[in-house]
C-alpha cells in the first residue's frame, strides 16, 4: 500500500502521506489536517474499513467541506471525499483498491488521467504510483505550479518490523520534483539491490552478490559508492579484471576511497587478503 502525493507547497509529504503495513494508507489534502493520517491509521488498525474510517472522521470534522481525503484498507476498501469548498478544479476517482484526487488543478480532467496512468501501468506499486503522477502532470497539474513531491510505500502484512518502510522519499523544494522524485526512486532501487547483494555476500552466494552490484552500478552510473562495493565483491568471486575496473571508477569520481579502503580492511568488513585487496586500487 501506498501514497505517492505533488503540490506547489513545500514538504507536501509530511503533510499528506501516511501508511502502515499491513494496517492501510491515507492521504489527506486540499486545505489539509494531517491528524486524518493517525486517526485513520488507528481506526483501520483496530479493524474499521477505510469507509467507515473516513466517514467517522468526516462526521467529527466542522471544516470537512474544504477537506480531501482518501484511505485504502489491507483488504483494498477504499473511500475518497472531495469537500465542496475546495478550490477548483477539484475531485477524485476510486477505482479498485485505489484511489485518485487532486485539488486546484489547472484542468479537472486531473483524476481520471491519473487513474488511466495507473491502471495502464506495469512494474511494482512505486512505479505504477509514479505512472499516475506523471498522469496528472501531463494534464496541467497544480495550477499554482510545481515545488514538492513524496512517495511512501509499505507492505500489505504486518509484522514484527511494523515500522518498516518500503519506500519512503520526499523532495522538499524544487524545480521539477515529479523528475526528482522519479530519479530518488532509482536510486532508491540500487541501494536496495546493494543490501541484497550484502545479504549474499554474507550467506556465501558471491556470484549473486556481484550480479546484484553489477545492477545496482548500472541504475546510477554517477554514483560512486556502489562501483566500490562491487568492487569488493567481484574481487570474492575471483574477478580481479572487473574488480580493478570498479575500483578506478570509484576512485577516479572520489579520490578518498583509496583511504575509505584500509579503513575497511581495519574494520574486518572484508574477509581476504588484504594485500590482494589493495592491489585491485588504480596505479
Not at 465542496?84 to 478544479?89: D, E
Not at 576511497?257 to 574477509?271: N, Y
Amino acid at each position: 500500500m501506498g501514497v505517492a502525493v505533488q503540490s506547489r507547497w513545500f514538504s507536501v509529504g509530511s503533510v499528506a502521506s501516511w501508511a502502515e503495513p499491513g494496517v492501510g494508507a491515507v492521504a489527506t489534502q486540499s486545505i489539509a489536517d494531517p491528524s486524518y493520517g493517525p486517526k485513520g491509521l488507528d481506526l483501520m488498525r483496530e479493524g474499521v474499513a477505510a469507509p467507515d474510517s473516513l466517514r467517522r472522521l468526516l462526521d467529527g470534522d466542522e471544516r470537512s467541506a474544504i477537506r480531501q481525503v482518501a484511505m485504502v484498507d489491507a483488504r483494498g476498501r477504499v473511500e475518497a471525499h472531495s469537500g465542496g469548498g475546495s478550490v477548483p478544479a477539484f475531485g477524485h476517482v476510486v477505482g479498485e483498491g485505489y484511489s485518485c484526487q487532486a485539488n486546484m488543478m489547472e484542468r479537472d480532467t486531473v483524476w481520471d488521467a491519473m487513474a488511466r496512468a495507473y491502471e495502464g501501468s506495469e512494474g511494482d506499486l512505486a512505479a505504477r504510483l509514479m505512472a499516475a503522477l506523471r498522469g496528472a502532470e501531463g494534464e496541467g497539474g497544480d495550477m499554482r505550479g510545481r515545488q514538492s513531491a513524496a512517495i511512501l510505500v509499505v507492505g500489505g502484512e504486518r509484522g514484527e518490523r511494523q515500522w518498516e518502510r518500503k519506500m519512503d522519499l520526499r523532495v522538499e523544494d524544487h524545480a521539477d520534483p515529479v523528475g526528482e522524485l522519479e530519479r530518488l526512486v532509482t536510486v532508491k532501487r540500487a541501494y536496495d539491490l546493494m543490501e541484497r547483494g550484502e545479504i549474499m555476500a554474507v550467506t556465501g552466494d558471491a556470484e549473486a552478490a556481484a550480479q546484484a552490484y553489477r545492477e545496482a552500478v548500472a541504475l546510477v552510473p554517477g554514483d560512486d559508492q556502489p562501483a566500490f562495493w562491487c568492487a569488493l565483491v567481484l574481487l570474492g568471486t575471483g574477478d580481479e579484471e572487473g574488480a580493478r575496473a570498479m575500483m578506478a571508477r570509484a576512485c577516479g569520481a572520489e579520490p578518498r576511497w583509496r583511504d575509505f579502503l584500509d579503513r575497511v580492511i581495519a574494520a574486518g568488513l572484508f574477509v581476504g587478503d588484504p594485500d590482494a585487496v589493495r592491489a585491485i586500487l588504480p596505479g
